[in-house]
């Protein structure tokens, strides 16, 4: 009885796991003309500031990495906090407004603070501690995540590699 009752419970657990997979991958799915526009937005906006500032042209492969990084980083995070939110919503309740969720934006806007977070840090300890970049970014990665979502196609990431930021900015401080 007992064994019936642990694997019955480790199987809901694994149904609910692949039900919230598959909710994270349809918004995921879903998002991708939107963080293209943002990610051609913001590329642009770097491509921009290094022709004009007089920094070599060939920094701009580096900056365009990183963006794609970042992009890749973000639909995630977005992705997840929706997944989340609908998760904990009865099936019958009437809609809300993606604005007027108050799980959904606390959500996003911690993981996106903290992303924004990141990208200041990342450039003030590229200058006084370039070594800690990637050794914290190997701690604080997501390959369970990134087993479950793939970059999108127009981000041709060699190596795809998503981050918990929160994780990532205390190790660039604290080391």
């Not at 200058?127 to 127009?154: A, D, N, T, W």
Request: with cysteine; charged share 25%.
């Amino acid at each position: 009885m007992t064994r019936a009752l642990v694997f019955l419970l480790l199987f809901a657990a694994a149904s609910q796991a692949c039900a919230q997979d598959d909710t994270v991958q349809r918004v995921y799915s879903a998002m991708e003309p939107r963080i293209r526009a943002e990610y051609e937005f913001h590329l642009a906006g770097v491509a921009r500031q290094v022709l004009t500032s007089g920094t070599p042209a060939s920094k701009i492969e580096l900056f365009q990495k990183r963006l794609k990084v970042l992009a890749y980083n973000r639909a995630v995070l977005v992705a997840y906090c929706i997944a989340d939110a609908e998760r904990d919503r009865p099936s019958n309740a009437a809609p809300v407004p993606m604005e007027q969720n108050l799980v959904l934006t606390t959500c996003v806007d911690d993981k996106v603070a903290q992303l924004q977070k990141f990208s200041q840090l990342a450039a003030y300890a590229d200058f006084f501690f370039p070594e800690r970049i990637e050794s914290c970014g190997v701690q604080s990665r997501s390959p369970e995540r990134e087993q479950v979502l793939r970059p999108y196609g127009f981000l041709s990431l060699d190596e795809p590699r998503l981050y918990d930021f929160a994780r990532y900015n205390e190790c660039l401080m604290k080391r």
